[in-house]
């Protein structure tokens, strides 16, 4: 059994800051890339950003200069700092990460979501 477990959602004034984080733990041999999306309400959820195992990153357009996702091997832990927050952020934020099991089966998984609130 895989867990993604998400951690640092919560209120933010506009402009502000907040850094998301997402363990990995389970039966898991090698992830390839992690990654965050959002889902706004009444919207489809998007794809925020992106990196794999050598560190490589992609972004939405409509984060790209304000957020940064990294994450650390080691700990099979992702992050995402979120700066110059806008209202337009809001959404409930997930981690997702593709892996191999010891069984060498490529996997999917997802975490439960964190809720991000960017308001005055």
């Known amino acids: 059994q895989v867990q993604l477990v998400e951690s640092g959602g919560g209120l933010v004034p506009p402009g502000g800051s907040l850094r998301l984080s997402c363990a990995v733990s389970g039966n898991i041999f090698s992830i390839y890339h992690m990654a965050w999306y959002r889902q706004a309400p009444g919207k489809q959820r998007e794809q925020v950003a992106i990196?794999?195992?050598?560190?490589?990153?992609n972004y939405a357009d409509s984060v790209k200069g304000r957020f940064t996702i990294s994450r650390d091997n080691a700990k099979n832990t992702v992050f995402l700092q979120m700066n110059s927050l806008k209202p337009e952020d809001t959404a409930v934020y997930y981690c997702n990460a593709e892996y191999e099991s010891f069984l060498k089966r490529r996997i999917v998984a997802w975490g439960q979501g964190t809720q991000v609130t960017v308001s005055s």
């Open positions: 990196i794999n195992s050598g560190g490589d990153t």
